[in-house]
Each structure stands twice: as C-alpha cells, then as structure tokens.
C-alpha cells in the first residue's frame, strides 16, 4: 500500500518523534523508499536602524549556510536510520514549508507524508500556526500526523 514515505524534518528532537512510526510502517508495508525532507525558507532579514540592508550576497551566503547546515543534518539522520530494504533518501528543498511540502510529495509520488505536530496553542499558534495542520490541508497525499511527546489533552 505504502511504497514511498515523505517525512519532512526541522531539525528538532520533536520533529523526530515520528522515526519509529515511520520505521514501523516502512518495514511492516515494505517501503521502497524513505525520503527525509527539510524545507529551507528563505531569508527576510530586517533592516537596522539606519537602514542597513544586506546584500543580495550576504542574503546568498545566509541561505547557502542553511542549505549546508541542513543537508549536514538529514545526512547525518539517514546513516543511522535502517528501514530492512527501504532506501532512505535526502532532500532540502526552498520555499515555503506546508506548500513546499506538499508540493515535492506531489511531484515525487509520496503514497504517505509522516509528520509530526509541535502542539503550539494560543497566541503561538494563532501566530504561527501549524506547518502540519497546513500540510493536512494543501496535500492530496494521505497525512499521518503524530502527536509529539509531552502531548497534554485538550491544549
């Protein structure tokens, strides 16, 4: 049923709890394929109090250091993830990251996104709000969203 799994990351402990679902689903369904994500957003930097704005190069070099510092990170992920006979793969992609997400599961054939919620609520929320919520909604992708540890009913 499930032969490619999508499993977008933002490099947090929490983002990771979803690993031994995605290691359970991967072995129990014989996924072909594990593709770890990142999505890198682009910079906004804000200008100083004289007006300062950096350069297209500075804003160049900020992003290229994010690229690096994630593509280092999934990288180091997937050496140590083993799913029987699924390859896992890594991806860092640009844009915006529910849409991104979307997106690239679209384009890749993904059969199932594995993502997990942070259980921002409130004033976080209502700011933020929630990159899997917007994921659940913009995909076609079936969507398996997993609660992060500390989880608290009703909040």
Do not use: F
Request: hydrophobic fraction near 40%.
């Amino acid at each position: 049923m499930y032969d490619r799994i999508l499993v977008p990351l933002d490099g947090s402990q929490l983002a990771e709890c979803v690993l031994p679902h995605v290691e359970s689903i991967a072995k129990g369904c014989g996924v072909a394929v594990v593709t770890l994500l990142r999505v890198v957003e682009s910079h906004n930097l804000p200008t100083g109090q004289g007006g300062w704005l950096p350069s297209p190069e500075e804003v160049a070099q900020v992003e290229a250091q994010s690229e690096k510092e994630a593509k280092d990170y999934l990288g180091k992920l997937a050496r140590r993830l083993q799913y029987n006979s699924a390859k896992v793969k890594t991806e860092v992609i640009k844009g915006r990251a529910a849409e991104a997400i979307a997106d690239y599961a679209t384009k890749s054939q993904a059969d199932l996104i594995i993502v997990a919620t942070h259980g921002r609520s409130g004033v976080s929320r209502w700011v933020w709000g929630s990159v899997a919520e917007r994921i659940l909604r913009s995909s076609c992708v079936p969507v398996l969203m997993v609660r992060a540890p500390g989880c608290v009913p009703g909040v």
